[in-house]
Each structure stands twice: as structure tokens, then as C-alpha cells.
């Protein structure tokens, strides 16, 4: 039997890479499409390898202005949780929210919540202290944060971020 294929052999004239990656960074997409995720390693590089995804999606939809603070976020969410939860798959989402005029990150870690009250107030204080820059960041970019811990019975926890993008803009001008 001979075997089908959906693909027809094409044999076009290689391009220029550099030709397609010149004309691909001028066209940006608009703010308000925003919207990728990403399933990344809970390893220390998976700090690198978020930045670098979240700083391709800004800048592929003109949002340069809030690189420096949205970079400063990703990587204290992503080492954070990478501490909580070593190895494991975590989940980043970047998108454009409207209600506050700026990008939302928001991180998903396989951790747990806990059975005894100590046990889980012990592991919220811990969480705060360490994501302390990052509500110094929020802070200084009139954003806000939050962290949305698990029901009894359900596994993972979200950490999000707002960043309006006027407050993060003035504070990438102020850290320039």
C-alpha cells in the first residue's frame, strides 16, 4: 500500500534568516492580544528561560516600556516557586488585562496546601518573605499582587501580578 501524505514536497529557495527576523521585529501585534503561556522546568534555569519568553512576547507587542519590571517579576515568581517545588512542571501565563491597562503574570506551582493550620500559615509566611522584592516592585509600579493558595484536597498554588502599564513604564524610566 502506498503511503499518503498531506504535505507536497516543496523545494523553495532557502531564505534568509536574517531577512525574516529583520521584518518579523517591526510588525508588532496589539497589547491586547497578549496572551502566552509556558510550562517551564521548576529548575534554577527555567529563571533565564522564562525572561527570555517574556521579553520576546513584550517587545513582539510593543511593550517595551514594561520589560524591565515584568522581567523582575517572572524571575522572582519562577525562582520562588522553582524553591517550593524543585523539578517539578510549573506553569507561567503572560497576557494584557484590559481592567487594569497592563500585563497580568500570573505563576502555577504543583504545590499543595496543607492539612494542620500551622502547618500552612508556616508555608504562606515563608512564600512572602520570599517574593519580598517582588512586592517591592509591584509596589513601586502602583500594580498589586496576590497569591491564591489551594483548597484542602488540591494540589497547586498561583502567585499573580498586575503591572498597569503608566506605573511600570514610570518605574522602568526611574530604574533607567
Request: proline share 7%.
Amino acid at each position: 500500500m502506498a503511503s499518503v501524505s498531506l504535505c507536497p514536497v516543496v523545494h523553495p529557495a532557502v531564505p534568509d534568516v536574517a531577512e525574516h527576523v529583520r521584518h518579523a521585529s517591526i510588525q508588532h501585534r496589539d497589547p491586547y492580544d497578549l496572551a502566552y503561556s509556558y510550562a517551564i522546568p521548576g529548575e534554577p534555569h527555567a529563571v533565564a528561560v522564562a525572561r527570555a519568553g517574556v521579553l520576546r512576547a513584550l517587545e513582539a507587542h510593543g511593550l517595551g516600556d514594561l520589560v524591565p519590571p515584568a522581567l523582575q517579576a517572572t524571575g522572582e515568581l519562577v525562582a520562588c516557586a522553582a524553591l517550593f517545588e524543585p523539578g517539578q512542571v510549573l506553569y507561567l501565563s503572560l497576557r494584557w488585562r484590559r481592567e487594569v491597562e497592563g500585563v497580568c503574570i500570573t505563576l502555577w506551582d504543583p504545590h499543595s496546601g496543607h492539612s494542620e493550620a500551622d502547618g500552612s500559615a508556616r508555608c504562606a509566611a515563608r512564600r512572602n518573605r520570599m517574593l519580598y522584592l517582588l512586592a517591592c516592585v509591584v509596589h513601586e509600579c502602583k500594580g498589586k499582587w496576590g497569591v491564591i493558595r489551594p483548597a484542602p484536597g488540591r494540589e497547586g498554588t498561583k502567585v499573580w501580578v498586575n503591572l498597569p502599564r503608566a506605573g511600570a513604564a514610570d518605574y522602568a524610566a526611574a530604574i533607567a
